[in-house]
């Protein structure tokens, strides 16, 4: 079965973390997505729903772990525009979790439109406001920035 949602190479930031966790969190929206849309060849729906909404759960936490290290991130770099990019952020976050509620909620109802708009959601920050990040490290030390900040993988 084709993914529901292919990472792109020309989405790669060129910050090795980031980028990392950007695949990762691909990786668990597919398995969202195939336990939304396809039952995730379950036929119980109480287990269905149940591994649904861990799975959400897991998500959103690596979600804001994610937020997290970028900030970090942009606190050690200096990035002027950090104030602004955690209220973004936090705004993500919000929507994130109404999606979510939206998903649980209407678990027998699939609507394709709501896994669109969080697709679209991830990409268009990643290609805006990270990306404006990413730019500003290029032109800044990245590799100080970088090298002293570790996250698990």
């Known amino acids: 079965m084709k993914k529901f949602f292919e990472w792109r190479n020309e989405w790669s930031l060129g910050i090795e ?5 950007h695949r990762q969190l691909v990786v668990m929206f597919n398995k969202i997505a195939e336990l939304y849309l396809n039952n995730g060849g379950q036929t119980d729906s109480e287990q269905r729903s149940n591994q649904l909404h861990d799975q959400l759960n897991i998500f959103y936490e690596k979600v804001r772990e994610h937020f997290n290290d970028e900030e970090d991130l942009m606190l050690k770099a200096n990035y002027p525009s950090h104030t602004e990019h955690a ?15 939206h998903i649980e909620e209407e678990l027998d109802h699939i ?17 805006s406001s990270d990306k404006e990040f990413a730019d500003f490290l290029q032109v800044h030390s990245q590799d100080e920035v970088t090298s002293s900040h570790s996250v698990d993988s």
């Open 111 to 127: 609507d394709i439109g709501i896994l669109n708009s969080l697709k679209v959601w991830f990409i268009s920050h990643i290609i």
């Open 87 to 101: 209220h973004d952020h936090l705004m993500l976050c919000a929507e994130l979790k109404h999606y979510i509620r």
């Open 17 to 21: 973390i980031i980028d990392r966790q």
